[in-house]
């Protein structure tokens, strides 16, 4: 038995905030872009007698400051029951110097919430394994769908301190369960981009809207 990872680079959405003048937006608290990270596909069968693991990485600017606002994601397997994880997690790493001494690392859980037991919707709880607690079945189908989210987000501002290499985020989930099928999946994690500037004069280390 081996364990199968599958590493996914999600596409990159930005759309920048042109309302302001760029000296009233480093003025204010008020963010400068949207960034969205998106991936959709499917996740291949690890093979006989292996079980599997999904991530996926992608690199933030470390030229600007980031406020995370969503992360969530969606797995979808037809006739059949996921066996996933529960939770997953989000790790952001931010590279303040040289050596894995100077990497500062960030983790923030991902959560998949239960629905009904199974498809039948008629066994009792306790008599059946704990992943089928966590898989929901849209307008009574077949099809058993988990939906993470994070219930905490990260309330510092991601910004580049001085030397600052690079900003890394990786979402994680795993499956220790053994010649498992093929399911789809869904990513959306979306931040908010804010000049330098702003995030050492500005209190805008939250994942709330600002105005």
Not at 67 to 93: P, Q, R, W, Y
Not at 160 to 168: A, E, Q, R, T, Y
Request: net charge negative; aromatic share 12%.
């Amino acid at each position: 038995m081996a364990l199968v990872t599958t590493s996914v680079t999600p596409e990159v959405r930005l759309t920048p905030f042109t309302g302001l003048s760029t000296i009233r937006r480093e003025r204010s608290g008020i963010a400068r872009a949207e960034e969205i990270h998106s991936a959709f596909g499917t996740w291949d069968a690890a093979g006989a007698g292996n079980y599997r693991g999904l991530i996926f990485t992608w690199d933030l600017d470390p030229a600007y400051g980031y406020v995370l606002m969503d992360c969530s994601a969606a797995f979808i397997l037809s006739a059949d029951h996921l066996k996933m994880e529960a939770n997953g997690f989000l790790e952001i790493t931010t590279n303040t110097g040289p050596g894995a001494a100077q990497i500062e690392r960030q983790y923030y859980g991902m959560q998949a919430y239960p629905s009904r037991q199974n498809a039948a919707a008629n066994t009792a709880i306790g008599s059946i394994p704990a992943f089928e607690y966590n898989s929901q079945y849209p307008s009574g189908t077949d099809t058993s769908t988990m939906i993470f989210n994070m219930p905490v987000k990260p309330t510092a501002l991601l910004y580049p301190f001085p030397g600052v290499n690079d900003i890394s985020c990786s979402v994680v989930f795993g499956e220790h369960f053994a010649n498992d099928a093929s399911m789809g999946y869904r990513l959306y994690c979306r931040f908010l981009q804010y000049d330098v500037t702003q995030g050492y004069n500005y209190v805008v280390q939250s994942p709330a809207l600002t105005r």
